[in-house]
């Protein structure tokens, strides 16, 4: 694969997958925000490859966008170049008589992926069913639920770099994961595919993972909003931050759930969830500005409490100075 080649690309060159002006307010799940100047879907890793070299030659901040399901774009929208790759191909291969690895595309949907791995009697995946997301999207923060960490599952993957567009192959210590973490945050790589260990399962275990999915997922729908969110708005607190409080927990909601703003606080049409404190919900036609009003104010009332100030785990596009510092 080659690497991105500047003397073939005159300055004002502009690839057919490049759009102008979209809309991004219908691709988060808090369906609110501004338009992308500049907007790609590649399809294919040469066409990944030309929207990056599109973005270095005008010199474009690039934005990377899976489901937007852990995002809040700003009402101005993205200036730069917003990619969001289309490569939804998965693919499995046996490696010993009970284990396989099952590789996807970083556009692939993760609920899509369980769905092929239990069509394929693959299992482990299931445990993160009901999360919405994108394979990319899903690596960058090393997705979690209870005990289960993406990065205990992940083999190795394809990751292109942003200036170069070189394509490399890197195994799992290269991500560097931790709670919410990953290497991708710096910034400098995309993933452009990632490849799975899973276990190769009898009928007998693929039913079992099918209800084990079921009951996942109806567990999460009575406890979380399923639309209009981006899930847990701020990341829970290290224990170092934790230190001075009374209880030294790290759980944010249980700090929101004390100051009582579940299901009541609101500005316009942005409201806390009535189903969980760290749960921020657009009921119609709330603003990017609104959501961020309101989480300005329940960062300020934990603060007054408890003298810790929570922190956003939901990210901030678009936003010239980031407003929940
Ligand atoms: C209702 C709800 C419940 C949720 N529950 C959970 C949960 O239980 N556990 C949990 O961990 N999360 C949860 N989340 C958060 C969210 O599901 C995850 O963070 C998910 O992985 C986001 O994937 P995405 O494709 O939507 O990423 P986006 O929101 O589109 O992007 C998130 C970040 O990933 C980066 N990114 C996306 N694709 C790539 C790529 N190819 N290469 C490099 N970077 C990339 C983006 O640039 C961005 O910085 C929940 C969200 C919602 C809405």
Same mark, same amino acid.
């Given at each position: 694969?080659?690497?991105?080649?500047?003397?073939?690309?005159?300055?004002?060159?502009?690839?057919?997958?490049?759009?102008?002006?979209?809309?991004?307010?219908?691709?988060?799940?808090?369906?609110?925000?501004?338009?992308?100047?500049?907007?790609?879907?590649?399809?294919?890793?040469?066409?990944?490859?030309?929207?990056?070299?599109?973005?270095?030659?005008?010199?474009?901040?690039?934005?990377?966008?899976?489901?937007?399901?852990?995002?809040?774009? %700003?009402?101005?929208?993205?200036?730069?170049?917003?990619?969001?790759?289309?490569?939804?191909?998965?693919?499995?291969?046996?490696?010993?008589?009970?284990?396989?690895?099952? =590789?996807?595309?970083?556009?692939?949907?993760?609920?899509?992926?369980?769905?092929?791995?239990?069509?394929?009697?693959?299992?482990?995946?299931?445990?993160?069913?009901?999360?919405?997301?994108?394979?990319?999207? %899903?690596?960058?923060?090393?997705?979690? +639920?209870?005990?289960?960490?993406?990065?205990?599952?992940?083999?190795?993957?394809?990751?292109?770099?942003?200036?170069? &567009?070189?394509?490399? =192959?890197?195994?799992?210590?290269?991500?560097?994961?931790?709670?919410?973490?990953?290497?991708?945050?710096?910034?400098?790589? +995309?993933?452009?595919?990632?490849?799975?260990?899973?276990?190769?399962?009898?009928?007998?275990?693929?039913?079992?993972?099918? &209800?084990?999915?079921?009951?996942?997922?109806?567990?999460?729908?009575?406890?979380?909003?399923? =639309?209009? =969110?981006?899930?847990?708005?701020?990341?829970?607190?290290?224990?170092?931050?934790?230190?001075?409080?009374?209880?030294?927990?790290?759980?944010?909601?249980?700090?929101?759930?004390?100051?009582?703003?579940?299901?009541?606080?609101?500005?316009?049409?942005?409201?806390?969830?009535?189903?969980?404190?760290?749960?921020?919900?657009?009921? &119609?036609?709330?603003?990017?500005?609104?959501?961020?009003?309101?989480?300005?104010?329940?960062?300020?009332?934990?603060?007054?409490?408890?003298?810790?100030?929570?922190?956003?785990?939901?990210?901030?596009?678009?936003?010239?100075?980031?407003?929940?510092?």
């Amino acid at each position: 694969m080659s690497t991105i080649d500047k003397q073939h690309l005159s300055k004002n060159q502009i690839f057919s997958h490049i759009k102008q002006n979209i809309s991004l307010g219908d691709k988060n799940w808090f369906q609110t925000g501004g338009c992308a100047q500049y907007y790609s879907e590649p399809t294919t890793n040469n066409e990944f490859q030309q929207a990056l070299q599109f973005a270095e030659l005008q010199n474009l901040d690039i934005f990377m966008l899976g489901q937007g399901a852990n995002i809040l774009i %700003s009402d101005e929208g993205f200036h730069g170049l917003v990619i969001k790759p289309q490569l939804n191909q998965i693919t499995h291969q046996a490696t010993t008589p009970n284990a396989a690895t099952v =590789t996807a595309g970083a556009g692939t949907s993760f609920h899509d992926l369980i769905d092929y791995c239990l069509d394929h009697n693959l299992t482990n995946l299931e445990e993160f069913s009901g999360i919405p997301g994108s394979v990319g999207g %899903s690596v960058y923060i090393n997705l979690h +639920y209870y005990e289960f960490f993406l990065a205990d599952f992940l083999d190795h993957a394809q990751i292109i770099h942003k200036k170069t &567009g070189k394509i490399t =192959t890197v195994d799992t210590h290269w991500f560097k994961f931790g709670y919410d973490e990953s290497e991708l945050q710096n910034k400098d790589y +995309y993933l452009l595919s990632a490849t799975f260990r899973v276990q190769q399962a009898t009928d007998l275990e693929v039913a079992h993972a099918r &209800g084990r999915r079921q009951e996942i997922i109806r567990h999460r729908t009575r406890r979380f909003p399923t =639309t209009g =969110t981006c899930g847990s708005f701020f990341r829970n607190f290290l224990p170092h931050e934790v230190q001075n409080t009374e209880k030294k927990l790290i759980y944010v909601a249980y700090y929101l759930d004390k100051i009582g703003v579940k299901g009541e606080l609101s500005v316009g049409n942005a409201i806390v969830s009535y189903q969980h404190a760290n749960m921020i919900v657009n009921k &119609g036609n709330a603003t990017s500005s609104d959501i961020i009003k309101l989480a300005q104010i329940m960062q300020s009332k934990v603060q007054e409490e408890f003298g810790i100030r929570p922190q956003a785990e939901c990210q901030l596009i678009g936003f010239k100075d980031n407003p929940l510092a």
